[in-house]
């Protein structure tokens, strides 16, 4: 069955560092992927979409790679601040155009 | 923020009892989805709609029903609610954009207690 990884243990960075997630997937191979922010209490919110041809994508200090050989997909947050922190979700597509997530990673900014 | 709501936004009833969760979108998206969000686990799609009156399951569908009667509503139906459906529940919605496919919004969920 398709599955998606990420690291289920929080992340604590540094202010002002860069932040790696890592989202790794089996048994399928996505056309594209998207990734979410979630904040407690609320609903996921979109923040970046990579298609599979596609190597690498940024938006303003947020950069996603897609690397199809290996079957994973990189988030990094460059000058991290304390307000990126929030649960970080991973969505690749499947091939009926619904997205399989991830359980997401817990990320800390520490000032 | 995209118009979603979703109502009621907590509830808690009895093993046994039928739920009804609304979601309602003012977007004029066609696709809807019902997530469920347990801790631990990635969001696991419930039910489906890509159009008035088409729906198709998802992963976790067994003990839920949906209807869509109109564009703007999205009903998840528990027939007879049971401790295992506890749960954050989430609707979503999306539209084929071309920039950016089937990106989702989500309204602000629903946290349902089955005692």
């Known amino acids: 069955s398709q599955k998606i990884e990420q690291n289920s243990e929080a992340l604590n960075i540094q202010e002002g560092k860069t932040a790696t997630l890592t989202c790794n997937y089996t048994?399928?191979?996505?056309?594209?992927l998207q990734w979410y922010r979630q904040d407690p209490g609320r609903g996921p919110v979109f923040l970046l979409l990579?298609?599979?041809n596609e190597k690498e994508k940024r938006k303003e200090r947020l950069k996603v790679t897609f690397d199809t050989t290996l079957k994973q997909s990189l988030f990094h947050i460059t000058a991290s601040q304390p307000a990126d922190s929030a649960t970080y979700l991973c969505?690749?597509?499947?091939?009926?155009?619904?997205?399989?997530w991830g359980a997401g990673t817990k990320l800390i900014i520490k000032p | 923020d995209a118009g979603i709501t979703q109502s009621p936004r907590h509830k808690v009833t009895e093993t046994g009892t039928p739920v009804t969760l609304r979601c309602h979108q003012t977007?004029?998206?066609?696709?809807m989805y019902w997530y469920r969000q347990d801790p631990g686990h990635g969001l696991r799609l419930i039910h489906y709609?890509?159009?008035?009156?088409?729906?198709d399951k998802g992963e976790v569908s067994d003990g839920y029903s949906v209807s869509r009667s109109k564009t703007e509503d999205f009903l998840l139906t528990l027939e007879s609610a049971t401790s295992s459906q506890t749960s954050v529940y989430f609707c979503?919605?999306?539209?084929?954009?071309?920039?950016?496919?089937?990106?989702?919004?989500f309204g602000p969920g629903t946290r349902l207690t089955v005692t």
């Open positions: 979503a919605i999306s539209e084929w954009t071309g920039k950016n496919s089937y990106e989702q919004y």
């Open positions: 977007e004029n998206h066609r696709y």
């Open positions: 709609s890509y159009g008035v009156k088409d729906t």
């Open positions: 048994n399928y191979s996505p056309a594209y």
């Open positions: 990579i298609r599979e």
């Open positions: 969505a690749p597509m499947d091939s009926n155009y619904q997205l399989i």
